[in-house]
């Protein structure tokens, strides 16, 4: 049965080039030695970081490469010190992942967590943001793109209020569902990290990220975990990289690291302005056709929205529905308060199903999945009837 894939934004489907790179490199290692295939592939390596500065807007210091948006995401809260009295502000979409992170920091310095204003849609209030901008304020943590609700926060437009207003805050992006649907970059958006997975929109393998850290950030950094890669041995004296390097290991799976670069290069060359417009049209395209059925409530938010749908479907429980759509070849994501646990609290959501597209999604992809929930919700009511 051939594959529907509307879980993009949970792992994208890597391209047939990606997972080559991937299978090519494994082989070398079985040829050559893990070690002899690293060396073979060094310069090719050393591009990826060139790769993804292109990607996000900055130099290729300024990025540090991981296997997962939650490792680079918590090693770098952990290493920026903080206080008592120390404030850190969340956005309402923002990832349980990140929110143990950050309450943990908060929790061991003194410092507290709280949530920044929202405008009627659910975004950052940006005009409102200068009023808790106090002093104490020392990071300001968004999520570009919540993972309920398809709402775009704007993440550039607070990071000009937060320039304008004279704070000294650390201004924190999780860009994990932007990152491959949007065009990125960090010097426009004046972040001081941002922090992606690869296996997203960007259509990379599993266990791969990339962060951007600003050379503000690092001067403070004060990391919790050092290798041989991101510290030297002075003499008796520990040099940690005055970089982003200083977040990054010396270990890593050398065959993803190239089929990241692999993605990166291809998002480059497709152009990401050229993407997000196809993807925004598939996306509209599918809202269209899940706002026409009968049963199907949207629970879309945003005054833009991403490459994703979020919806319920009466009579039926998520994951009764996602596993009646496996069994048709048809994935999609299921998603409760254990993902954004702000934002669907306060909407008093339980659970939702979410189906994003990529550029391979199709008009057919779109009228299976539709004519599959039209089938089983009339199911569902025809048995009412009954």
Not at 112 to 117: A, E, I
Request: aromatic share 4%.
């Amino acid at each position: 049965m051939p594959l529907v894939h509307f879980n993009h934004s949970g792992a994208g489907i890597t391209s047939p080039e990606t997972h080559q790179t991937i299978i090519d490199h494994l082989q070398s290692e079985r040829d050559h030695g893990p070690m002899e295939a690293g060396a073979r592939v060094a310069d090719r390596l050393t591009k990826s970081y060139d790769s993804a500065a292109h990607l996000l807007g900055c130099t290729p210091q300024e990025i540090a490469f991981g296997t997962g948006h939650g490792q680079l995401y918590a090693d770098i809260i952990a290493a920026i010190p903080l206080a008592a009295g120390d404030k850190i502000l969340v956005s309402r979409q923002e990832w349980t992942g990140n929110l143990l992170c950050l309450q943990q920091a908060a929790t061991l310095s003194g410092a507290t967590l709280s949530l920044m204003p929202a405008d009627s849609s659910t975004a950052v209030d940006v005009a409102a943001i200068s009023a808790v901008l106090t002093p104490e304020v020392r990071i300001v943590a968004l999520t570009w793109i919540g993972a309920s609700s398809a709402l775009i926060n704007p993440a550039a437009a607070l990071g000009k209020a937060i320039r304008e207003s004279g704070s000294p805050a650390l201004f924190i992006i999780d860009a994990s569902q932007a990152v491959g649907q949007l065009d990125v970059n960090v010097a426009e958006i004046g972040c001081d990290a941002l922090v992606t997975c690869g296996r997203k929109y960007l259509r990379g393998p599993r266990g791969t990220a990339l962060a951007y850290l600003s050379p503000r950030l690092t001067a403070q950094l004060v990391p919790r975990k050092i290798d041989n890669f991101s510290a030297r041995w002075l003499a008796g004296d520990v040099q940690v990289a005055n970089s982003a390097r200083a977040v990054e290991v010396a270990e890593g799976a050398v065959a993803l690291r190239l089929g990241l670069a692999t993605a990166i290069d291809q998002a480059l060359a497709l152009g990401l302005g050229n993407i997000r417009k196809t993807l925004h049209a598939r996306a509209s395209a599918l809202r269209d056709a899940l706002a026409s059925l009968p049963h199907v409530h949207l629970l879309d938010l945003g005054h833009e929205k991403a490459a994703f749908v979020t919806f319920t479907v009466d009579g039926f429980s998520c994951a009764t529905v996602k596993q009646h759509l496996a069994g048709q070849g048809i994935t999609l994501g299921v998603n409760g308060p254990e993902y954004t646990p702000y934002d669907l609290n306060m909407r008093g959501i339980t659970e939702l199903l979410r189906a994003s597209v990529h550029l391979n999604t199709t008009d057919r992809d779109i009228a299976m999945l539709a004519d599959a929930l039209r089938t089983l919700a009339g199911n569902a009511a025809d048995a009412q009837q009954e």
